[in-house]
């Protein structure tokens, strides 16, 4: 599987500050030549980052190196719609030649894993980030170099999300419209029977051919990586419902109690019973 290779619009600027406000978070698994520093201001769903899935809810804060395959995709949900802030520093000559931007290398090459941001230091990002949009343009890049000197000194506050090191390669629009209409068939269907066969020929190959490509890209089975987005939507559901667990793996697509059990474990390290008591 591949992802959708994101050009980075007004890629000579050294940095760039989105502020997304949306209905929905359903864009397409991609990447770009951006260093991204996302906010997730409100909306709640699930997080892939390279092979990683994960769910999210408000005040989510991740940092992703270039070419890190990545999407957010929020829940349907949530009528106040959802809200993020997105900070970029594309690729420049005038970022290479700062001592500042040489310094944080250690960081950058962390980040090609992906990192989710906790404790404190999420704290203090999310308030830079806030402030940024009122900052003048001279001023953003400063503000900027500053967020990410603070996270380079983050330590364990610093997860990383186990995402794929290799930047993916560009694809061509029709094999692109082939690969968004699978990622959203897995999407809806995760609530019942998913096989390699139907998902072969939502992007017209072999199941073979569909199952090599996907485990060398993914590196992981294309079952595993479904139930990783079975068990993220199952923690969601724990955290923000009272629905039995019985109820809520059979609505992430489990057919058994059992297997729901095994597998949640497997991923989550505790039993869903013990996640739910978490807090």
């Not at 993914?218 to 724990?238: H, M, S």
């Not at 955290?239 to 474990?265: M, W, Y």
Request: contains cysteine.
């Amino acid at each position: 599987m591949r992802v959708v290779w994101e050009p980075v619009h007004g890629a000579t600027q050294s940095v760039r500050l989105l502020r997304l406000r949306q209905t929905a978070f359903a864009g397409a698994l991609h990447a770009h030549e951006a260093l991204e520093l996302t906010w997730i201001e409100r909306g709640e769903g699930l997080r892939i980052v390279g092979g990683r899935v994960e769910p999210f809810v408000s005040d989510d804060v991740v940092l992703i190196a270039a070419g890190v395959p990545h999407v957010w995709l929020s829940r349907n949900d949530c009528p106040a719609g959802v809200a993020a802030t997105v900070l970029q520093l594309p690729p420049s000559p005038t970022l290479a030649a700062l001592p500042e931007w040489r310094g944080l290398a250690p960081l950058l090459e962390h980040a090609r894993r992906g990192l989710a941001v906790e404790g404190a230091p999420r704290l203090d990002a999310i308030a830079a980030l806030a402030r940024m949009p009122s900052a003048p343009g001279p001023a953003l890049l400063g503000a900027a170099l500053s967020v990410l000197a603070a996270l380079a000194d983050a330590g364990d506050a610093l997860r990383p999300l186990d995402a794929l090191p290799a930047a993916p390669g560009r694809t061509r629009p029709g094999r692109e419209r082939r690969l968004d209409a699978l990622l959203a068939w897995v999407r809806n269907r995760l609530h019942g029977p998913l096989d390699i066969k139907a998902a072969a020929a939502i992007l017209h190959v072999s199941p073979g051919a569909f199952s090599r490509s996907f485990q060398r890209l993914a590196g992981k089975p294309f079952t595993a990586y479904v139930n990783d987005l079975r068990i993220a939507e199952a923690c969601l559901q724990l955290k923000r419902t009272d629905r039995p667990i019985a109820e809520v793996a059979q609505r992430c697509g489990f057919a058994t109690l059992s297997h729901f059990n095994r597998q949640f474990r497997l991923r989550a390290g505790v039993a869903p019973r013990a996640y739910r008591r978490s807090g």
